[in-house]
């Protein structure tokens, strides 16, 4: 229908003529109520907002020459992550002579992820970047 017997029509209801799709041919126009319809709009934003689940990635900090029991403790820390549905990362820094020794930090590292009792998959394996390795785990 013309724009002009559409404006006329929306008038005389006392709402407003929105348009929809303005790329379409013709353009395709609703009678409404234009601020309850922002209104909604508004809403169904804030909903899938407050729906959707912030994930923060963990940081967590292993060494070289780490002891039994501060191992255990980065575990528990770990598996207390992973419940509460974090992204975990562990990183490990190379200094000085551990740097020529590489491949037994990896090991460690890959013991270490192993040893986690949570379903977890690893999203990036255990990578070495000059100095430092590092590896992110998360819940499955």
């Known amino acids: 229908m013309p724009t ?4 006329r029509l929306a008038n005389e209801v006392g709402l407003d003529l929105v348009e929809m799709n303005p790329t379409a041919q013709p353009p395709v126009c609703k009678i409404m109520d234009y601020g309850q319809f922002q209104y909604q709009q ?20 292993l060494s070289f020459k ?3 029991g501060d191992l255990a403790i980065r575990k528990k820390q770990t598996e207390k992550f992973i419940d509460k549905g974090h992204r ?7 200094r000085g002579r551990e740097r020529q020794h590489g491949e037994l930090g990896k090991r460690l590292m890959e013991d270490f992820i192993a040893s986690i009792e949570k379903e977890t998959k690893v999203e990036q394996p255990v990578t070495r970047k000059g100095n430092s390795i590092s590896a992110i785990i998360s819940p499955k």
């Open 42 to 61: 508004k809403r169904k934003q804030q909903q899938t907002q407050q729906k959707s689940k912030r994930i923060e990635v963990k940081g967590l900090r």
């Open 88 to 94: 975990v990362r562990i990183e490990m820094f190379l």
């Open 66 to 68: 780490i002891g039994k």
């Open 4 to 7: 002009s017997e559409a404006l």
